[in-house]
């Protein structure tokens, strides 16, 4: 079993920063992609957007929005994924959600895909 805990929410004025940690810990072999979602107030089915990812090879993925303000980092001999917020603007407001595929069992035979429990992220104007 895998368990994944986030810390690094909170409450800020527009233009600060947050840094976001999710750690994973358990039976891992070893971790493929490590990404970052969010889930803003009232959206619609309680669809998660996706915010950033990075690969195993340390390949970056960050959505649209957030390019230029959020950085996304990982430390692999701490299985911990990091969201570096900058500039962060009210409709950043969401919890957010790290998500790492991780492959488990003999010679990481299984890939399982984990999520966080959520943080809270609260930007004000």
């Known amino acids: 079993q895998v368990h994944l805990v986030e810390s690094g929410g909170g409450l800020v004025q527009a233009g600060g920063s947050l840094r976001l940690s999710c750690t994973a810990s358990?039976?891992?072999?070893?971790?493929?992609?490590m990404a970052w979602y969010r889930q803003a107030p009232g959206s619609q089915r309680g669809e998660r957007e996706l915010v950033a990812n990075i690969s195993s090879a340390g390949t970056v993925n960050h959505a649209d929005s957030t390019k230029g303000r959020f950085t996304i980092s990982r430390d692999d001999a701490k299985n911990t994924v990091y969201l570096q917020m900058n500039s962060l603007k009210p409709e950043d407001t969401a919890v957010y959600y790290c998500?790492?595929?991780?492959?488990?069992?003999?010679?990481?035979?299984?890939?399982?895909?984990?999520w966080g429990q959520g943080t809270q992220v609260t930007v004000s104007s």
């Open positions: 998500n790492i595929q991780v492959r488990v069992g003999i010679g990481g035979l299984y890939k399982i895909s984990s």
């Open positions: 358990g039976s891992i072999y070893s971790i493929d992609n």
